[in-house]
């Protein structure tokens, strides 16, 4: 009896002691469990990296069909806004007085009103036309009214090519310095198209002074104080073409001389 209950009590730690080495993994398997873990880590991030391309996708899908609906609507607008009107005026006011106190002129006059009415038939094809009125109102002759009312353009214009075009109608020949430069705010002078009679001013014997120069600088005018030989004097506001570098050269009294005092 005694022997039978040693076996047992064998047998039962023997049991234990094996439970015990079992819930004990060994190295090789924590190993191998490390491994495990790390390759379905790795599978996570791919995974993740594909949601994240798939993500990517559908957002770049989304900006294309914003960006195509955007054109359609654009191309939509341009079909049903192909007459467009459009135009500018002037309203002068001139406060002036003669040297010799006979000529005053105090007064504000609409000097021009201009309107444009422009249709586009297509993409290379359109009409364009330019209806002006001067001093707001026109007589039956120039006694009358000083005003006018004319019809300056209105011509239809063909796209050969992206640089060339064919015109037909009436229109300004795009030659010389007022067809070029005739609208506010681009002619010369104070006065539209009569800027030009500024050179009329300067005669003979006549000494030009420019008086802010010191102010000279890119797209600024200059002063020009003409005094002619009777004493009397005019005041003229004058545009240049010089650029940053040319004026440096001038202030420097040539090129040679500034490249000298930025070498000294």
Known sequence: ?????????LAVLSALSTSAMAADPTN????QMMKEM?????????ENENLKGEVSDVATSVEQVADATDEAIKAQ????????????????????????????????DFHRFVLFVNHEFNDRMRFV??????????????????GKVELEQAYIQYDLTKKTSLLGGLFLTPVGILNETHEPPTFYG????????????????????????ENFAPGVPLTMDVTHN?????????????????????????ALNLIK????
């Open 1 to 9: 009896m005694n022997i039978k209950k040693k076996v047992l009590a």
């Open 28 to 31: 090789a398997e924590i190993m």
């Open 38 to 46: 790390k390759e379905e880590m790795a599978d996570l991030k791919k």
């Open 77 to 108: 607008v341009k079909l049903s806004n192909k007459t467009t009107i459009g135009g500018y005026g002037e309203l002068h006011y001139n406060n002036l007085r003669d040297r010799k106190g006979d000529a005053n002129k105090d007064e504000i």
């Open 129 to 146: 036309s330019e209806l002006e009125i001067e001093h707001s109102f026109s007589g039956d002759s120039d006694e009358d009214s000083p």
């Open 190 to 213: 104070v006065e539209e198209e009569t800027g030009i009679l500024n050179y009329d001013k300067i005669q003979e014997n006549d000494t030009i002074d420019l008086t802010d120069l």
């Open 230 to 254: 009777d004493g009397s004097k005019d005041i003229i506001m004058t545009n240049h073409t010089y650029n940053a570098q040319q004026i440096d050269w001038y202030k420097a009294g040539s």
């Open 261 to 264: 005092e930025e070498n000294s």
